[in-house]
């Protein structure tokens, strides 16, 4: 019922900047809480940033500080800023929508990152 559709991945050196992008279409009513997950292989899908329509935002320890997660309601879109780029942050990252009264959770197909030393 909801489709995410995220952008704005690349090859970046280490310490520098990219923003990725997730616009959702479909029951857009439904969301409430939206965000951005990364996994690498052999490694567990992990939460990089949160935020719920009102704005409340929650992130992961090892990117405080560095990325900022905003999100403009009325274009239905959520974007991840994400500056002074670590090797470690290489990942697909992807997007996230909850819809709680539906009791899901929709994902997008996911955007390379890579942070090159």
């Known amino acids: 019922q909801v489709q995410l559709v995220e952008s704005g991945g690349g090859l970046v050196q280490a310490g520098g900047s990219l923003r990725l992008s997730c616009t959702a279409s479909?029951?857009?009513?439904?969301?409430?809480?939206m965000g951005w997950y990364r996994q690498d292989p052999g490694k567990q899908r992990e939460l990089v940033a949160t935020?719920?329509?009102?704005?409340?935002?929650n992130y992961a320890d090892s990117v405080m500080g560095r990325f900022t997660i905003s999100r403009d309601n009325v274009k239905n879109t959520v974007a991840l800023q994400m500056n002074s780029l670590k090797p470690e942050d290489t990942a697909v990252y992807y997007c996230?929508?909850?819809?709680?009264?539906?009791?899901?959770?929709?994902w997008g197909q996911g955007t390379q990152v890579t942070v090159s030393s």
């Open positions: 996230n929508a909850r819809a709680v009264l539906l009791h899901k959770d929709f």
């Open positions: 935020i719920t329509r009102s704005g409340a935002t």
């Open positions: 479909g029951s857009i009513f439904s969301i409430n809480a």
